[in-house]
Nanobody
């Protein structure tokens, strides 16, 4: 059973930082791509950052230079370091992973963790 579990959300003041973690409960080398999406209240779910098995990285334009996605193949974790947070970053953040075709090519989502940026 593949399961993704986020942690690290919370309330932070504008300009502050948070680090989100996602535990895969499986070897993350089984995934072709993993990453983070977010969904603000009343809006759709949008890509924040992705990292491929070969460490190809992509960021949504508004987070470039502020957010950093990384992976730890030993601990089977991915992370999202978020700096210079602003109220527009307030959303539920979801961990995402897509298995390699040899493992079924299925997509998985975590349950989400709330990030609130407010003074």
């Amino acid at each position: 059973q593949v399961r993704l579990e986020e942690s690290g959300g919370g309330l932070v003041q504008p300009g502050g930082s948070l680090r989100l973690s996602c535990a895969a409960h499986r070897s993350i080398e089984m995934f072709s791509i993993m990453g983070w999406y977010r969904q603000a209240s009343g809006k759709g779910r949008d890509l924040v950052a992705t990292i491929t098995k070969d460490d190809g990285i992509d960021y949504e334009d508004s987070v470039k230079g502020r957010f950093t996605v990384s992976r730890d193949n030993i601990e089977n974790m991915i992370y999202l370091q978020m700096n210079s947070l602003n109220p527009e970053d307030t959303a539920v953040y979801y961990c995402y992973g897509r298995l390699l075709p040899v493992w079924g090519d299925r997509e998985y989502w975590g349950q989400g963790t709330q990030v609130t940026v407010s003074s």
